[in-house]
């Protein structure tokens, strides 16, 4: 049973290319299950969320992560009574477009495309599932609903929005995207913020003294060594992080509640016309999440650990990216053909958006491997 203001099949705007329904899948089980088979997803795998995939095998991959968003996006949405098989596929699908090296290799990539109309990964993740995977013999991408895309395009900038269509509307209106889309946007920092945590324990890049500067992780790290005086280091944390996500949710879950008692939304256009997203913490947690962010930021983030290996990935982005402009033969057939065809159509800005596809498809040991082959010459 779903509430009156969550998305459910029947509402859907449905595809771009019009289909059949299926006997026993609702229209968001399908586009999840899509996501799911698609290259992209696969490729995930070997995709950094902080730590370079070689870097050990204990480190969460984009992969990993989109699973642990969409697991925490379910569990939100049961407690709101919204549409759970639409959170999964927006959660699974969020990082599609995301490049190898993170947002380093993101940044990396947005600096070349800046005089072609930039790059940025959450439209890229519309472009795979719209246009670059090929599955189907009946149309490009993956066919999904307007609910997902929506779902997946968290940002966009004005400019970008005039050219898509209703995509862009609720940009240019100022309206709010469905609850089943702002529950996968929060259960993505959710994820990330307490899952980096963790990976940056593991690595040995901060440790539980430090982040009991964090009141969101003093508080329960507290209670643990209270209960549990003779628990290891490692446990230790595991433990606070999973008391910290649940903290969160929960706090998530109650305030959103409290939104929706307050603005009372008969339907999801009750929702999109809001004056601001119904989804969120409350004021306190919301300050204890910025905190720990901040911390992440400079203890983290800013490690020189981390920051030689993005110091390494931008290079090997913008000598590829480099490379590939200058001489397109290099590219292999497939690739090749496509930034052909993009040169007919838009000139540069094709070539350079073709060749952008390719890299951002790249996983972090094939960008490696294809830089290695450019520039080594004893690599074949």
């Known amino acids: 049973m779903l509430a009156p203001y969550a998305v459910s099949d029947a509402e859907s705007r449905g595809r771009y290319y019009p289909e059949a329904s299926t006997r026993y899948r609702g229209e968001f089980q399908r586009d999840r299950d899509r996501i799911v088979h698609c290259s992209a997803f696969r490729r995930l795998e070997y995709k950094t969320q902080v730590f ?35 959170v999964e596929a927006i959660a699974l699908a969020h990082d599609l477009g995301h ?32 246009q670059l995977e090929q599955r189907y013999a009946e149309f490009p991408g993956l066919n999904l609903t307007f609910e997902t895309r929506e779902g997946i395009l968290k940002h966009c900038s004005l400019d970008h929005a005039e050219k898509l269509g209703q995509l862009g509307e609720r940009f240019l ?47 329960h790290h507290s209670e643990v060594k209270s209960r549990f005086p003779q628990l290891n280091g490692r446990r230790t944390g595991n433990e606070v992080v999973r008391r910290m996500i649940n903290h969160l949710i929960v ?17 999801v256009s009750a929702v999109r016309a809001s ?28 490690h020189y650990r981390v920051h030689r290996m993005t110091a390494k990935a931008k290079r090997i982005i913008h000598a590829l990216f480099d490379e590939f402009m200058a001489d397109p033969l290099l590219l292999p057939g497939e690739t090749l053909a496509a930034v ?23 996983t972090d040991r094939f960008a490696i491997a294809e830089y290695e082959r450019l520039f080594n010459p004893h690599a074949t």
């Open 52 to 86: 370079v995939n070689h870097e050990g095998d204990m480190f969460r991959t984009r992969l990993t992560h989109s699973i642990e968003v969409a697991q925490i996006g379910r569990s939100i949405a049961r407690a709101l009574e919204i549409n759970e098989d639409l």
């Open 99 to 130: 490049t190898p090296f993170g947002h380093a290799g993101q940044d990396a990539l947005n600096e070349r495309m800046h005089a072609y109309g930039g790059f940025e990964h959450n439209l890229q993740s519309l472009r795979i599932v719209e």
């Open 173 to 219: 209106l100022r309206q709010q995207p469905s609850l089943e889309a702002q529950v996968a946007n929060v259960a993505d920092e959710i994820a990330y913020n307490n899952h980096d945590v963790d990976d940056g324990l593991r690595a040995g890049l901060v440790t539980l003294e430090q982040l009991d500067e964090i009141a969101l992780f003093s508080e």
């Open 251 to 267: 706090d998530l879950v109650e305030t959103t509640r409290q939104r929706l008692t307050e603005l009372d939304p008969v339907d």
């Open 275 to 302: 004056p601001g997203p119904l989804v969120g913490f409350s004021r306190g947690m919301l300050e204890k999440n910025r905190q720990l962010k901040r911390f992440l930021r400079q203890h983290m983030y800013r």
């Open 340 to 362: 052909r065809q993009s040169e007919q159509s838009d000139g540069d800005s094709g070539r350079a958006r073709s060749v952008a596809d390719y890299i951002a498809g790249m």
